[in-house]
């Protein structure tokens, strides 16, 4: 075999070699590539599916987008017609509050004038306090001599009632005193009081009682010595010192109980009673 020969063999023996190594690793890689392309079929039907099916859901969803966008468009116009309403309401409000805001402007200055008004009051109605703080005290000060004035008269009174007596009971004596038994005549240009000494009753105060500001004396003298229901006496102290006057009430024989009308001072068992003279 001539060298070139063998190199040739050499050649191609070195060639089906590389070839070999070559050709193994692609029919490994060709099965591989094999089986990735039946998965990417298997997964281009998945997809195909899955798209299918998302056309169907699109088609569902562009249906219900449909009804949906008619409810949205009612929700809106519902809305609307519940902004505009709102917006009606707002401006019925501003107006509201504006009417109140002027309302409460016309309180404010009505308040200061009341203000005003009751400051005025209360300096008058402090005025008026005054006044009749004053003129209360002047009225009690009225009052007060008006009750000195009183008393003063009433003294005044007791006074006239007694020396009155005292005239009387002088009177009744001086007529006692006399020896006629008819009268006493003046100078002839009148007629003379008579005074009958038969009817002249005297007697003593022998009990007294006082209940509910009525005073009440017992005499010891009575019906048998001419008194009678309805006479009245004139109770005295001594020879002359005034002290009473009273109405007899009840008359027994030697008894009798009279009441007092007035009375000058506090009356006393043993003080002189006497009756049958006019006073």
């Known amino acids: 075999m001539s060298p070139l020969t ?13 070839l070999v190594a070559l050709v193994v ?18 997964q281009v039907q998945v997809a195909e ?17 449909s009804g949906g966008n008619a409810d949205l ?43 005003q008004s009751s400051d005025r009051l209360t300096e008058l109605v402090q005025n008026r306090t005054q006044a009749l ?4 005290g002047e009225l009690v000060t009225v009052k007060t001599q008006n009750a000195q004035l009183i008393q003063q008269n009433n003294e005044l009174d007791a006074q006239v009632n007694t020396l009155t007596a005292s005239l009387r009971l002088m009177k009744e004596r001086l007529a006692g005193a006399l020896d006629s038994a008819s009268a006493s005549a003046y100078n002839g240009t009148g007629s003379a009081r008579v005074v009958d000494n038969s009817k002249t009753v005297r007697g003593n105060v022998s009990d007294v009682e006082s209940t509910n500001g009525i005073t009440l004396i ?22 002359d010192i005034y002290i009473a006057t009273a109405v007899i009430d009840t008359v027994d024989g030697n008894i009798s109980v009279a009441r007092v009308n007035q009375a000058n001072d506090n009356i006393r ?10 006073f």
Do not use: W
């Open 6 to 18: 063998k190199a040739f063999v050499v050649l191609v023996t070195v060639l089906s070699i590389l």
């Open 25 to 42: 690793p692609f029919v490994a890689k060709t099965g591989t590539l094999t089986n990735d392309i039946s998965t990417l079929q298997a």
């Open 49 to 65: 599916a899955a798209a299918t099916s998302a056309k169907a859901e699109k088609a569902l969803l562009l249906a219900a987008q």
């Open 73 to 115: 468009e009612a929700a809106v116009n519902t809305l609307r017609s519940e902004n505009l309403r709102i917006a009606q309401q707002l401006a019925a409000s501003n107006a509201s509050q504006l009417q109140a805001s002027n309302e409460l402007a016309k309180a404010s200055a009505t308040k200061t004038i009341m203000a």
């Open 133 to 136: 703080t004053t003129a209360q």
């Open 218 to 239: 017992q005499i010891n003298v009575g019906s048998n010595d001419g008194l009678q229901p309805g006479s009245k006496v004139l109770i005295y102290r001594g020879s």
């Open 269 to 278: 068992a043993g003080d002189s009673v006497l009756a049958g003279v006019s």
